[in-house]
């Protein structure tokens, strides 16, 4: 009986101890001077999300890419921009089984936390293509779901998760706490610097750093988000003289296709 009682006890410590390091510990991602765009261009090509363009960012030294994600007609989360090389939403195995411009290899969420597991060294930063309630629910379920049966949990925390409004935020930690978010403006603000300073303020526990695109940089908005002790980032930049501009200004990191260096 003695026995059985330190087998159940040393059990119990054991599995208690595994759960708390998946859920308790804190990953946080370093930020990145370059974030992939599209996971990287590939042959002069943008937007592909592909296996080839993760590679070719890789060997060029990009160690974070920003993917963009979709739900298929039977609610799998792939990896994709938009639907319009098909006309209309596809299933996930007509998807999956086709080449992106006949030459690339399209990708799951599910490839994407496998590439986590075999390079731990990288990040992707979550460009969802939905900002209706509902969508977001299933497709972060979706998400957390396939990571819990495939024995995933712990390469989610390579995800940064890139939010379009506070509501996602809560919608999102509702399903699963994640450690690195990033706010991106581009659905949510343009030339209102009210709404600017209040997302910083609300963003200042919960964000990595605020997104804004290209056009919309100024230094004004860079000290705003600095000031909140956030990061801020550009996208998408493909000029090497404006990256270093915005680098010398303190600009944290760019989203680009091309620029390695």
């Known amino acids: 009986m003695k026995v059985k009682i330190c087998l159940i006890v040393l059990l119990f410590c054991f599995f208690g101890i595994r759960d708390y390091s998946i859920y308790d510990r804190k990953i946080i991602w370093p930020g990145s001077s370059l974030i992939g765009h599209g996971m990287f261009g590939i042959d002069g090509v943008t937007y592909t999300n592909s296996k080839e363009s993760f590679y070719n960012g890789y ?140 997302i910083c303020d609300w963003g200042k526990d919960k964000l990595r750093g605020i997104v804004l695109f290209d056009g919309w940089y100024n230094v004004n908005l860079l000290k705003i988000v600095k000031s909140y002790g956030l990061d801020l980032y550009v996208h998408t930049v493909n000029d090497l003289l404006k990256s270093k501009m915005y680098f010398r200004d303190g600009v944290r990191g760019i989203y680009t296709d091309f620029i390695t260096c």
Do not use: C
């Open 59 to 198: 060997n060029l030294g990009i160690r974070t890419f920003e993917i963009d994600l979709g739900l298929t007609s039977d609610d799998v989360v792939v990896l994709v921009h938009d639907w319009d090389r098909f006309g209309y939403v596809p299933s996930s195995d007509s998807f999956l089984s086709n080449k992106i411009l006949d030459r690339y290899t399209s990708l799951s969420i599910i490839d994407v936390l496998l590439l986590i597991k075999i390079y731990p060294d990288v990040w992707f930063v979550t460009d969802s293509k939905y900002v209706d309630s509902v969508m977001i629910k299933k497709e972060f379920s979706y998400i957390v779901d396939v990571a819990k049966r495939y024995n995933l949990l712990l390469e989610l925390d390579h995800l940064v998760i890139q939010l379009y409004n506070q509501e996602m935020y809560s919608i999102i930690e509702s399903i699963y706490h994640f450690d690195n978010y990033l706010y991106t403006m581009y659905m949510n603000w343009q030339d209102n610097y009210n709404k600017f300073v209040e």
